[in-house]
């Protein structure tokens, strides 16, 4: 039963930046200008600005990117491997135009292992969005959707544009690795919580 594995899958936590550009130009303006008694030019500024936040866009940019536009999560590790979310909020490709879609992605999977078997979870919190697969990943499979069918998305650009916040979690539970000689090779940690909080910097 699939509703019950988010107890014993590790989740990491992915929240969009709602700040917009100029609240955080305006956050950096306001910062030097107590803190510091020499004058900062504008390029200076717009430096800091771009180290406020490890995202470089915001919710508003999600909310109106274009066909084909994507944005990527932080990094986050768990039992050995690396992963992140990728998020195109109107379309992967012309066909589905107006959709929003999600994968799970593994960053590299080691030379040695053949497949890893997943079972995953991804969920937008806001909406109640919440879909889970069994999923075998390997060097020319390194991602997966989030979508029920085919061709069936479970949410739509339209639906995500009335939202005031967006925070997607990934719950993954790894059921194996198999390597080159397709024997299973035993989990490198214990399937263990990782940090939600801040994963990328681990």
Same mark, same amino acid.
């Given at each position: ?128 969005? =919440? %879909? *889970? ?7 020319? $499979?390194?991602? /997966? ?6 061709? #069936?998305?479970?949410? =739509? %650009? *339209? ?7 967006? $925070?997607?979690? /990934? ?6 690795? #198999? ?24």
């Amino acid at each position: 039963n699939d509703s019950s594995l988010a107890a014993i899958m590790s989740s990491f936590t992915w929240r969009v930046p709602s700040d917009d550009t100029h609240t955080k130009e305006m956050l950096c303006y306001g910062y030097t200008r107590k803190n510091c008694t020499q004058f900062f030019i504008d390029p200076l500024i717009h430096l800091f600005m771009a180290y406020y936040t490890a995202d470089c866009f915001t919710l508003r940019d999600v909310q109106r990117a274009a066909n084909l536009t994507f944005f990527v999560s932080p990094i986050f590790k768990y039992n050995g491997l690396s992963f992140y979310l990728e998020l195109h909020p109107n379309g992967s490709n012309q066909y589905n135009t107006g959709k929003v879609v999600l994968y799970l992605c593994v960053v590299t999977i080691p030379s040695h292992i053949k497949e890893i078997e997943i079972i995953y979870q991804l969920s937008l919190l806001e909406t109640n969005t =919440s %879909l *889970s697969r069994r999923k075998i990943f390997d060097a020319n $499979t390194w991602y /997966a959707p989030w979508r029920c069918e085919q061709t #069936v998305y479970p949410l =739509s %650009l *339209s639906q995500i544009q009335k939202l005031s916040h967006m $925070t997607f979690r /990934a719950d993954i539970d790894i059921q194996r690795f #198999v390597d080159r000689h397709d024997q299973d090779i035993a989990l490198p940690i214990a399937n263990a919580a990782v940090d939600n909080d801040n994963p990328a910097y681990h």
